[in-house]
Each structure stands twice: as C-alpha cells, then as structure tokens.
C-alpha cells in the first residue's frame, strides 16, 4: 500500500495517508514505551481531528508500531501531578473527545496494551491484536484506578465480573484469552497486524462513508441509552441513509452486477 507522510511534524507520533483512503497514526515515544504522556495526547487528537476532517481519508488506524501498542499513561509525569493540577489540565479529557471521531479508527496491537493504552484502544472502534500482545489494566498496582474509561468500557465489553478480575488484581492478559473475552476483535501472528488493520481499514473506506459513520454512530448509541431509543434511533438513522446517493449507488450497482464507487453522499 503506497502510504504519503503528512506534512505537519509532529514530535510523538507520525501520520501517514495511504492512496485507498486510510489514514494511519503511529504513536512513537520508544523511550518511555509509548507512555501517554500530556503533549502525545494534545498531538493524537489533533491528528486524529484532522484526519476525520479531510475527504482523503475515510477510515483510521492507531498503532504504537510492531513492538508496544502503549504501556499507559505517562507514570513519571503523572507522579508530579496533584489532584487540582490534574483536574485543570484535563488531560482524560482527550480520550472523550476520541469518541467524537466520526470515522471507523482501528487500534493496531502489538506487545504491551496496558492502562491508558488499553484505554486508548478501547476508544477505537475495531481491536486487532497480534498473538503475542499483553493487556492489562494495571493501575492498581501503582495505587489508583483506570481512569480514562477502563472501568466503564471494559465492563461493557467484557462484563462486571471478568472487568473486576482484571481491574482488581491488575492481572495482564494475552491475545487468546482478550479475544475469548470480547476485547479483540482479531487476532493474527504479530508480523501480520498492521498490514491486517491496513487491510481491513481499505476494506471499510471501499465502502459508503455515510453509512459506515452512521452505522458506528447507532453502534456507540448502544453504549449509552436503553434498547428503546436505540432502537429508535438506529430506525431513523437508517431512513436517513435511504435519501443518500450511496444507496441510490450501492443498489444500482447490485442490480447491474458491478462494483459500487461511493462518494460519501
Ligand atoms: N510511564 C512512564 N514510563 C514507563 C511506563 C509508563 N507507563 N511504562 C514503562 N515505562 C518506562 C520504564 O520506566 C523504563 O524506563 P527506564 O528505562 O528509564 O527505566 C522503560 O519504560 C522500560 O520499562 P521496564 O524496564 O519496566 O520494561 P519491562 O519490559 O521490564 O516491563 C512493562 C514493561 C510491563 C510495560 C512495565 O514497564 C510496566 O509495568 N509499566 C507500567 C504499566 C502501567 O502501570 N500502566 C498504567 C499506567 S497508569 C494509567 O494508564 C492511568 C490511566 O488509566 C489513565
């Protein structure tokens, strides 16, 4: 896949745009493991905001490169943090405004996904893991608690009592067993996940736009409201879809045995 660097520098992460529509984030602070520390996350989601932002692309991929997805939240920066100066920073804050990416991100794992980092993946939409990646929510061990969603999506991806397990013994976990838990979407040999993510990231901007961020949006729907309204929700939404031009595209397209060519309209 014949991947351009984009033009802004950044100091702890390189992005790139790949010719099908796919835009790539690679977290790159080897010194302190991929540590999230304050100034990667600012950078992240000014990355992440400008790759929903441009036509070129059309699905992401988060990856901390073939080694370390991420080893968490930066401890030697937070342990000079109190409780004010945390709450001013409002560095958790960036994981939120993860979830108001619009297009599909896909978390590319390698190696150690711990804390934050496990954090960090599970605001993605699509967890791929290589065979020989760790997970964990080890926060405990050093005194606190997940604190940038781990206790709220680990629990709804894994359930109360395997997230209790995890979060109260600060346990890591492999591939097969985070797989077996719900918390890998895939699982593949470690050299393969990367090109698997890419893969599957062309695979999804191959497809409507539209559809793919409305579909992502009902799916985030379920986390936060009853059966009821996201019922109701995902019925309009799909409605919706039915006055785009990609439908209008997409069934011509069946219809006449050929590719469809969506334009996100
Ligand atoms: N923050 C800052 N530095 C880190 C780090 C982290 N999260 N994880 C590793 N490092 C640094 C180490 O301090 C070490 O640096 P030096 O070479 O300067 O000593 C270097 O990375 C290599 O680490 P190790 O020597 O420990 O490597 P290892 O292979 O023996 O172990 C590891 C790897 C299991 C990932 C281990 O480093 C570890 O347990 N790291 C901490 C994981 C953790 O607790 N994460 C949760 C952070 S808190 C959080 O994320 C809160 C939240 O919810 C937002």
């Known amino acids: 896949m014949e991947t351009q660097q984009s033009e802004k520098k950044y100091e702890n992460i390189n992005v790139e745009k790949s010719e099908s ?13 991929n540590a999230l520390s304050s100034s990667l996350m600012k950078e992240l989601l000014e990355a992440l905001n400008e790759l929903d932002a441009d036509d070129e692309v059309r699905c992401i991929v988060v990856t901390g490169g073939d080694k370390i997805f991420s080893a968490g939240a930066d401890i030697k920066e ?9 709450l001013k920073r409002g560095n958790l804050d960036y994981f939120d405004n993860i979830r108001k990416i619009t297009k599909p991100i896909i978390a590319a794992i390698n190696g150690y996904c711990l804390g934050g980092g496990l954090e960090l993946a599970m605001a993605c939409d699509i967890l791929i893991g290589g065979e020989n990646s760790k997970l964990g929510q080890p926060e405990i061990n050093i005194g606190i608690m997940p604190g940038a969603g781990g206790t709220q999506r680990l629990t709804r991806a894994v359930g109360k009592y395997k997230a209790m ?7 890591l976990i492999g591939a097969k067993e985070a797989y077996d838990a719900g918390l890998l979407s895939r699982v593949v040999p470690d050299e393969s996940v990367l090109i698997e993510a890419k893969r599957l990231a062309s695979e999804i901007s191959s497809k409507s736009p539209l559809a793919a961020r409305v579909a992502k949006e009902c799916v985030l729907k379920a986390f936060d409201t009853t059966l009821k ?10 409605y919706l879809l039915l006055g785009s031009e990609d439908k209008e595209e997409g069934m011509k ?13």
């Open 165 to 171: 397990d995890l979060i109260l013994s600060g346990r």
């Open 229 to 238: 309204d996201g019922l109701e929700f995902e019925r309009r939404n799909f």
């Open 21 to 33: 529509l796919v835009g790539i984030v690679r977290l790159n602070r080897p010194i302190g493991m």
């Open 253 to 265: 397209a069946f219809t006449e045995k050929r590719k469809a060519s969506f334009k996100g309209r």
């Open 78 to 86: 937070m342990s000079n943090i109190g409780t004010i100066d945390a």
